[in-house]
């Protein structure tokens, strides 16, 4: 017989040492998987002790990979997640629930930097430094 487990116990469950996830109201154990998972391991551990089960239906997983899954299960969850009486940190806050992932927020940063540089460059390139200048506009 499986254990139950409450979405308070889950919520501890989101370390790299001690990883779950929920998927359809079964608890999974990805702890030993989590390098694995084609995603990378910062996937999971964004998400870990939370319901994936959304995010696992529109990603499309293959049979091999829900294979993998039956293969993980530990136990069920009671309830829904919107049960606990505790905030969790992984909650949509202003509406963010897509980019939580940490691998987004470097590449985003630098294309918001990247453009705020030709904007100011084009909108009055004789301020911009010369060198920059020279850089931006040598023949190749």
Do not use: C
């Not at 308070?8 to 390098?35: A, W």
């Not at 694995?36 to 910062?42: A, L, N, Q, S, V």
């Not at 980019?99 to 630098?110: E, G, L, V």
């Amino acid at each position: 017989m499986s254990k139950t487990y409450t979405w308070s116990e889950l919520q501890h469950h989101n370390k790299t040492e001690d990883l779950f996830i929920v998927v359809r109201g079964s608890v999974y154990d990805v702890t030993k998987f989590q390098h694995e998972h084609p995603g990378g391991p910062e996937f999971l551990l964004d998400q870990g002790g939370g319901d994936v089960t959304e995010l696992f239906e529109d990603a499309g997983h293959s049979e091999e990979a829900r294979s993998i899954l039956k293969k993980l299960k530990i136990g069920v969850v009671e309830g829904k997640a919107n049960d606990t009486e505790e905030t969790s940190s992984r909650e949509n806050i202003g509406g963010l629930a897509g980019f939580r992932s940490r691998r987004h927020t470097i590449p985003a940063f630098f294309f918001i930097v990247l453009g705020l540089l030709f904007h100011y460059y084009y909108q009055n390139p004789n301020t911009m430094l010369p060198a920059w200048r020279e850089l931006l506009l040598a023949p190749n």
